[in-house]
């Protein structure tokens, strides 16, 4: 069973930084899709920001686009989101999901098969 855990949330004030880790486990093969989810009170899921890992292509929402940066590092089974130039409506859980195949339509939650607990961003 996979497990996501996500970590590196936290409190900053408008303008700055923090990296958001998911830690995948528990897998046979390693999800080659993943996507980062936020959620504020009162607000709709958001689907943020996604990545094939296979080939590194990434697709952002149009509200992080060149705030919001994937990375990855394989050895460790984990992914990164940077989160740069944080704004008060950047406020909400962020979470990270996978998935083992993808056809499209990636900012639909039902695309993906894991979820993690998520961690708080409070800008």
């Known amino acids: 069973q996979v497990q996501l855990v996500e970590s590196g949330g936290g409190a900053v004030q408008t303008g700055g930084s923090l990296r958001l880790s998911c830690l995948a486990s528990?897998?046979?093969?390693?999800?080659?899709?993943i996507a980062w989810f936020r959620q504020a009170p009162g607000r709709e899921r958001e689907a943020v920001a996604f990545?094939?890992?296979?080939?590194?292509?990434?697709f952002y929402a149009d509200s992080v686009k060149g705030r919001f940066t994937f990375s990855q590092e394989a050895a460790k089974n984990t992914i990164y989101l940077q989160l740069n130039s944080l704004r008060p409506e950047d406020t909400a859980m962020y979470y990270c999901?996978?998935?083992?195949?993808?056809?499209?339509?990636?900012?639909?939650?039902?695309?993906?098969?894991?979820r993690g607990q998520g961690t708080q961003v409070t800008v």
């Open positions: 528990g897998y046979t093969r390693r999800p080659y899709y």
């Open positions: 999901a996978a998935a083992d195949y993808y056809d499209g339509g990636w900012r639909d939650p039902r695309v993906y098969k894991y």
């Open positions: 990545l094939d890992s296979r080939f590194g292509h990434t």
